[in-house]
């Protein structure tokens, strides 16, 4: 098995090695063979391999897509596998809350990288404390440090990240977790896509969701008038109190027939993550020179193309009767800007300027999404359209005696 890095710390040198095997126990069980970890050399292991005196588990729960499709729990299942051990420049976290996201089940139907076939892991994002990291990025990080990352592999107990890829956090709170794709997605889409003016007219659309609310913010705050859509009563309230001047419910209002009556002038921009007939009377309801922001079509996420139906055939009439324009945004095209998005969002929270609502589904029956196993009902719960807010995952419970989580 292979040899953990090897770590010098105040010119000391700490080593240890993972053993592979299967104990007597896990041979009956029929749990999964994992690595037993061994900690050679106790008197330094604790700053790198072992927090708080206790000792990192040798197996984790992961979960792993083992068949290509969209319906999440078709697709995956829980694993029981080691621990993974942390290259020269990683980090080994633990994580405490993980994200949801819309296009967790475009990842597990195979649509971001068609040639990827499965097994293989899944989850976009994740925030939690270092347990363990390699040498050399043990220069920039330490065991106990709160990071957060955006990558593949998140739905786990442990994820090893890359350290320059993580994002130093003060502390362990799911708030921080609701900036690292969504906040991110709506930061840089409106800055780069939106060309926002003052007193123009904006409509977000799943306004109350993890990336809506802060489209919904960020236009508010660049001085537009806001319309947001949502699906019941109290994410409207929601919406009026993070600033939008418009909520409409679609379930008790006609989005149609409110925007006609009243924005008979159209709208400039639209934040469009819905798609199929939302997309369509967006486009319908652009004002001259507006612009649409494709952000997701969530609405075919769930059949088997992923794409919502759509007659296009009258579109580049529309936009040039309108010099209108439709404009897409995927958020890994603009890592160039992740860095500024996340520190100006997080600056903004510390001064109370930004909500960063979280649901962690604990109004639901069954109550908070608590473990690993919860990602599968907070997908579910997700796309029956009852959260407000960024779906967010306890994984696990802070650990004994740490101020900073
Ligand atoms: N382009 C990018 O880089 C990027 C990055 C992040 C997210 N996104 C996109 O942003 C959108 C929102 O994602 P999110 O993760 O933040 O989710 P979310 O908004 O927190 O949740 C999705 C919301 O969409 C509505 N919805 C759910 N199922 C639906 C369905 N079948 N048809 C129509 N509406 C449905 C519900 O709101 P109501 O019931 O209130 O309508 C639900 O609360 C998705 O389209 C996603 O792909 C894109």
Known sequence: MSILPLLLRNGRRAVSVIRGGRTATEALSGVHPVARRFIIDMSYSAHFMDFNGSSIPSSMKKLVVNKLSPNFREAVSTQTVAVPTPGDADLLVRNRFVGINASDINYSAGRYD????????????????????????????????????????AFAEYTV?????????????????????????????????????????????????????FAVQFAKQAGCHVIGTCSSNEKAGFLKSIGCDRPINYTTEDLAKTLRKEYPQGIDVVYESVGG???????????????????????????AS??????????PVKLLQKSASIRGFFLPHFLSDYREALGSMMQMYAKGKLVCEVDCGDLTQEGRFVGLESVFRAVDYMYAGKNLGKVVVEVAPPPVSNSKL
Request: charged fraction near 15%; glycine fraction near 16%; avoid cysteine.
């Open 114 to 153: 068609p040639s990827v076939k499965p097994p293989f892991d899944t989850g976009f994002e994740g925030i939690g404390e270092v347990v363990g990291l390699g040498l050399s990025a043990s220069s920039s990080h330490t065991v106990g440090d709160t990071v957060a990352y955006f990558g593949s592999g």
């Open 161 to 213: 990240v890359p350290a320059k890829e993580s994002v130093p956090v003060p502390a362990v709170k799911p708030e921080f977790l609701t900036l690292l794709v969504s906040g991110a997605t709506a930061y840089i889409a409106l800055k780069r896509l939106g060309d926002l003016a003052k007193g123009e007219t904006v409509l977000v659309t799943a306004a109350a969701g993890g990336t809506g609310q």
């Open 277 to 303: 007939s939302v997309f369509e009377l967006a486009v319908n309801s652009l004002a001259k020179k507006g612009r649409l922001i494709v952000i997701g079509f969530i609405s075919g996420y769930q059949t």
């Open 306 to 315: 992923g794409i919502p139906p759509f007659r296009g055939g009258t579109l």
